[in-house]
Nanobody
Framework: QAQLHESGGGLVQAGGSLSLSCAAS????????MGWFRQTPGKAREFVAA????????MYADSVKGRFTVSRDNAKNTVSLQMSNLKPEDTAVYLC???????????????????WGQGTQVTVSS
């Protein structure tokens, strides 16, 4: 059964950095785009970043642009999210998501993703 597993969350002070990782296993498609989303209680799931299969294309939410960097290692079936200059408003559960895709596809729309991880908590204190 295909699975995604996030790791790397934790508690950090404002201005600090964290690196999240998402490991994929038992995937049924060889090529896929990956996305990162975040969610806080009572709010809709929010797009954070996405990356194409090749890694050449990326997308970022305006709120994280310049502070977060998404990358991937296809040989290891992992995708990472490097977060710097963290702010209290970045506090959320961060989820990675998978979409079977080739070429330059990646998306900010959660409905384009077929598989989701359980999430990892990121808490930024002021």
């Amino acid at each position: 059964q295909a699975q995604l597993h996030e790791s790397g969350g934790g508690l950090v002070q404002a201005g600090g950095s964290l690196s999240l990782s998402c490991a994929a296993s038992q995937l049924t498609f060889e090529h896929y785009a990956m996305g990162w989303f975040r969610q806080t209680p009572g709010k809709a799931r929010e797009f954070v970043a996405a990356i194409t299969w090749s890694g050449e294309g990326t997308m970022y939410a305006d709120s994280v642009k310049g502070r977060f960097t998404v990358s991937r290692d296809n040989a290891k079936n992992t995708v990472s999210l490097q977060m710097s200059n963290l702010k209290p408003e970045d506090t959320a559960v961060y989820l990675c998501a998978w979409a079977p895709a080739d070429g330059l596809f990646c998306s900010y729309d959660s409905q384009d993703y077929d598989l989701w991880g359980q999430g990892t908590q990121v808490t930024v204190s002021s």
